[in-house]
Nanobody
């Protein structure tokens, strides 16, 4: 089994910063992409940022220049540094990872349980 555990969410004032972490563990052979999505109340889940195994990054237009995704492959961990936060960034943030595991012997997409981020004005 593969588990993804997020941490780092919380309450912050507009203009502040937070750093989210997501650690993957379990019967992992390799991980391709790791990314962050978010879902605000009453809205669909949307991509925030993704980093592929080759190092390519992709950001939602709404977070470009404010958020930075990084990855520690040795620790199977992905981070999201969020600066200049706005009230519209308020959402539950989920990480995902495209994992090849010993159990399944193919790449499958796994999701974390989510961590809430609230930005007050």
């Amino acid at each position: 089994q593969v588990q993804l555990v997020e941490s780092g969410g919380g309450l912050v004032q507009a203009g502040g910063s937070l750093r989210l972490s997501c650690a993957a563990s379990g019967s992992i052979v390799s991980i391709n992409s790791m990314g962050w999505y978010r879902q605000a109340l009453g809205k669909q889940r949307e991509l925030v940022a993704v980093k592929t195994g080759a190092g390519t990054t992709n950001y939602a237009d709404s977070v470009k220049g404010r958020f930075t995704i990084s990855r520690d492959s040795a620790k199977n961990t992905v981070y999201l540094q969020m600066n200049s936060l706005k009230p519209e960034d308020t959402a539950v943030y989920y990480c995902n990872a495209d994992v090849f595991s010993y159990d399944n012997r193919r790449f499958l997409l796994y999701w974390g349980q989510g961590t809430p981020v609230t930005v007050s004005s």
